[in-house]
């Protein structure tokens, strides 16, 4: 659909600004094209910059002679050139000077008509001609320059890149990527219009720097910004350079950015991996609150590569049941000699291609990308099928706890699956004990309070897990509902070896005494920590010193020989 | 009254003049009528008498550029060869170079009435 201001253009006039000292040479132009076009005038440079000042958007071209009075024809040549609003008007100089016309040029005239004037077919044509190149360029630049801050968009931005290649095959080239942190909230608290301002004073950082050095750039995505450059010698001065001068343009004390860089392009890449390259190296800087940048490199790659190949992965592995659950008992240390209480149930991957991979590797991933939902329930439904087989084969009832991720805290359809799943199982909630860990409390505890009251009504108890690694508060440990602590593994390791450590045990042993809630501890692994644990008042311990996890059935074979 | 034959007797290349002018005569006309003056070509006199030359080089610049256009072949080749001395800022007498261009201007004028 054409834009009311395409049609215009297309059924209006095209106006003309004739700038000439002499009345006679004006109204004889004004002879020649009055039938086209529509013509204001002009006897010297500084009326014509009155005009143009006012009449910017609708004109069309300007025919200007050189020597004049109080301002002449170079003058306000360079006067267009400096201001961004007049730049794109073309300007066909009025001139018998021969070297005149080389000068005009090279400050920016599109074109000359010699006096005396030529035929007035001649002087037509050459106007028309202008104008029209110059709309083309109009619309071209429009559609390949983003509005806001006059750099390439992205598409353009690919494509010249290809030909800088092309026509600077010598050069080797760097790809950088320009993001800038948390830009919305820069919008929300300081409105759109310093959004656009931060924008456009990103552009002029890179502008400046496309001044010193081969290369093109673009806005990509917002706020983010893609520079395809020679390669510098010292490409972190070139991140220092953009970053000081960002941050002095920017008027705006709290603003950052991050910068990827990955120098010396591999030519044999497209031109779209190069900047993902730079890309990456740009989500690899780890502040958002202070600039940074990092260069790309190939390990960190191949590392991405690979977890986005598990990511990738993950529905398959779910459906071919590559995940597979061991079991970690859990022994009640408080009598004479320790008993089976109830187990852990931990996930690994055994992965057709990587072999067995590490939940260290996979959760933190699928934490990260929503998939750890998928996978809690698919544990849920194999260590509910894992109770419900000990109990029919042993007549033994081992509760094992599953752990129950933040995001799964969030869910409204939460507490159904988990009932379901027990139900279905011919189980009560009693048998799935829901680890859930100490950093979820830290999020939103009210929403946490809730939940977990409800699940506690329906009969699960609650493990809080890894406590002591995160945050809580002892005002939010009185008011959250939880059924047992989770010692972190973290103090256990070094209880033997670190007084304070050992303190900090105790500490949380009283804190757990105090609210009731016995204690479990976690990653056991020698004699002289079960003792002291024992010793200590510690309720259930878990670890390789007793057992490491273990599959299923080897679980209920242990179940049998206990039963 | 100035007329295409009084203009072609003064020696005005009439043709390439109208021409320029969409061989609109009266318009033509009209445009030589109102370069017959000597506000100029005194101001180019007194400024090439007292040495102001760039300012001179402007005027006479302005005039080559006027008498070009309109064709008018006599004034224009004299103020040709004055534009050409003055824009190297020729410490000459121009005298006699502003005396010639004057009597032509009288010329024009006086078969115009």
């Known amino acids: 659909m054409k834009t009311i201001s395409r049609i215009e253009k297309e059924t209006r006039k095209r106006k003309i600004l004739v700038v000439d000292d002499e009345r006679i040479n004006r109204l004889l132009l004004g002879k020649i094209l009055e039938e086209e076009y529509e013509l204001l005038f002009a006897s010297n440079g500084r009326e014509a910059l009155d005009i143009i000042k006012s009449e910017y958007k609708t004109l069309s071209i300007i025919l200007l002679d050189l020597l004049m009075p109080v301002m002449n024809g ?22 018998s000077e021969h070297n005149a016309e080389i000068r ?41 320059n983003d509005s806001l801050t006059g750099l390439y968009n992205r598409e353009f931005f690919f494509e010249y890149a290809k030909d800088l290649d092309m026509y600077h095959n010598e050069l080797e080239k760097d790809a950088i990527v320009v993001n800038i942190n948390r830009f919305h909230l820069v919008n929300e608290l300081y409105g759109h219009s310093a959004g656009n301002d931060l924008l456009r004073a990103v552009a002029d950082s890179v502008r400046t720097l496309l001044r010193e050095y081969i290369g093109l750039a673009c806005r990509c995505d917002s706020d983010t910004f893609y520079l395809y450059l020679e390669h510098s010698a010292d490409p972190s001065e070139i991140a220092g350079r953009l970053i000081s001068d960002i941050a002095g343009r920017s008027g705006l004390s709290d603003v950052s950015v991050r910068i990827g860089i990955y120098e010396s392009c591999d030519r044999s890449l497209t031109m779209e ?30 590392k ?34 320790p008993r089976l209480s109830s187990a852990e149930a931990l996930i690994r991957w055994m992965h057709p291609e990587h072999g067995r991979i590490s939940p260290g590797v996979f959760i933190p ?37 599953v752990n129950v991720s933040r995001v799964d805290m969030y869910d409204p359809g939460l507490e159904d699956e988990l009932l379901k799943i ?13 680890e859930i860990t100490e950093s979820a409390y830290s999020g939103n505890s009210g929403q946490m309070i809730e939940v977990i009251g409800k699940l506690r009504e329906d009969g699960f108890m609650i493990e809080m897990d890894d406590f002591g690694s995160g945050y809580s508060s002892l005002n939010m440990l009185s008011s959250m509902p939880i059924d047992i602590l989770k010692l972190d593994m973290g103090f256990v390791r070094k209880i033997c070896e670190s007084d304070k450590d050992k303190r900090l045990v105790e500490i949380i042993l009283e804190i757990a005494d105090f609210l009731s809630v016995p204690v479990i501890a976690e990653g056991v692994e020698k004699e002289e920590q079960y003792l002291l644990l024992k010793s200590m008042g510690c309720n259930v311990i878990q670890g390789y010193y007793f057992s490491k996890p273990l599959p299923p059935e080897n679980l209920g074979m242990w179940l049998a020989r206990t039963k | 009254m100035i007329t295409i034959e009084k203009l072609k007797d003064f020696g005005a290349d009439t043709d390439e003049g109208l021409a320029r002018c969409l061989n609109d005569e009266s318009f033509y006309l009209m445009l030589v009528q109102s370069a017959i003056t000597f506000e100029q070509i005194d101001r180019l006199c007194e400024q090439t008498s007292v040495g102001d030359l760039d300012g001179a080089f402007e005027t006479s610049h302005a005039l080559k550029g ?13 103020v040709y060869e004055l534009t050409e001395q003055l824009r190297n800022r020729k410490n000459i007498d121009y005298g006699p170079l502003t005396a010639k261009l004057r009597e032509r201007m009288e010329q024009l004028q006086a078969s115009a009435q």
């Open chain 1, 74 to 95: 170079f003058e306000l040549l360079e006067a267009l050139e400096a201001e961004k609003r007049y730049k794109n008007i073309p300007v066909i100089v009025l001139t």
């Open chain 1, 104 to 144: 005009s040029l090279q400050i920016g005239a599109v074109d000359f008509i010699p006096k005396p004037y030529d035929m007035p077919e001649v002087i037509r044509a050459r106007v028309k001609r202008s104008i029209k190149l110059a709309e083309e360029n109009t619309v071209l630049n429009a559609v390949e």
């Open chain 1, 273 to 302: 991996q190069r900047i993902d390259r730079a890309a990456i190296a740009c989500n690899t800087c780890r502040s958002s609150y202070s600039s940074s940048y990092a260069f790309y490199d190939n390990e960190l790659h191949e």
């Open chain 1, 304 to 337: 991405e590569l690979f977890c986005e190949k598990l990511v990738r992965d993950t529905d398959k592995a779910l459906a071919e049941g590559q995940f597979v659950v061991h079991y970690q008992p859990k022994f009640n240390i408080e009598g004479d000699k």
């Open chain 1, 365 to 401: 991933l699928f934490e990260e990308n929503g998939l750890i939902q998928k996978l809690d329930r698919y544990v849920w439904n194999e260590a509910a099928k894992a109770v419900a087989e000990w109990k029919k084969n042993y007549g033994i009832t081992l509760p094992v706890s």
């Open chain 1, 422 to 434: 027990v139900s279905s199982n011919g189980l009560s909630p009693r048998d799935l004990l829901l």
């Open chain 2, 66 to 78: 006027v008498y070009a256009n309109l064709s008018l072949t006599p004034l224009y080749q004299l």
